[in-house]
């Protein structure tokens, strides 16, 4: 059963890795994909039309909120509407793991600019769509690393966190409006831009996978079934809650 069919989903970061499987997976469940990134999402919008699935995509900087609009506008026009929206864009694969007392006040603003305030302005810019139709999902993508205190990568954290309390802040917000707001929390997964890095060395990745109870690496593969749920009419009545997928790593 397919569970997306009447969803029209806006993914960010969608043209690699992580939010490309995502895009792929929702696209497999019905919906109507916009894919969204500051990267070209041609090979991802050819590769759901490639299974016959339904997908546009618009190259978009998640921190330009005329660019967002723009993006929201794109999508109302090829599908009719925005009923989903996963806010997947971020930095991390980039940054190099390192005491935060040498990084820099200017990545430090730079993380929470893309992954704080860019999430902001997609919330922002469906909005009006979602209220005119009395309904939506909105799926945040936070991270487990909030719940351990994570070393070593302070503003990715900080900015997981954030998300978190604004998941939080726009479910009790919007709620009235019809709006379901909810938070997916990976682990460590094993995406393309996180294998290709030699910043996070193999000795990392077993550390993490000691604390699982399910001790196997984890693939994007891994968090599509729980992101479908959450977008879903099978998860209506949940809201401002946070997800944790991680293969039992945290419990909470």
Do not use: W
């Not at 290709?196 to 984890?218: A, F, H, I, K």
């Amino acid at each position: 059963m397919r569970r997306l069919l009447d969803r029209s989903v806006i993914v960010t970061g969608g043209a690699q890795g992580i939010g490309a499987a995502y895009a792929r997976a929702l696209a497999a469940e019905g919906a109507r994909v916009t894919v969204c990134d500051i990267l070209s999402p041609d090979a991802t919008v050819a590769a759901i039309r490639e299974l016959g699935g339904n997908a546009t995509g618009q190259v978009c900087d998640i921190t330009d909120s005329e660019a967002v609009a723009r993006l929201v506008e794109h999508s109302v026009a090829q599908f009719g509407g925005v009923s989903g929206l996963v806010n997947n864009a971020a930095l991390f694969a980039t940054l190099r793991p390192r005491p935060f007392s040498e990084i820099g006040s200017e990545e430090f603003d730079r993380v929470l600019r893309v992954n704080v305030r860019g999430t902001f302005e997609c919330i922002k810019a469906v909005l009006p769509v979602m209220r005119a139709k009395g309904y939506g999902k909105i799926v945040n993508i936070a991270s487990g690393t909030v719940f351990k205190g994570t070393p070593m990568m302070m503003p990715y954290v900080s900015s997981k966190g954030a998300i978190i309390a604004m998941t939080r802040a726009a479910a009790r917000e919007l709620g009235g409006c019809g709006i379901r707001v909810n938070c997916l929390a990976p682990g460590l997964t094993l995406s393309d831009g996180l294998v290709g890095n030699e910043d996070y060395p193999e000795e990392m990745t077993r550390s993490v996978l000691e604390t699982r109870c399910l001790m196997r690496d984890q693939t994007p593969e891994d968090l599509t079934g729980a992101l479908a749920f959450l977008l879903s009419s099978e998860s209506d009545f949940m809201t401002g809650q946070t997800v944790v997928v991680d293969g039992g790593s945290v419990m909470h």
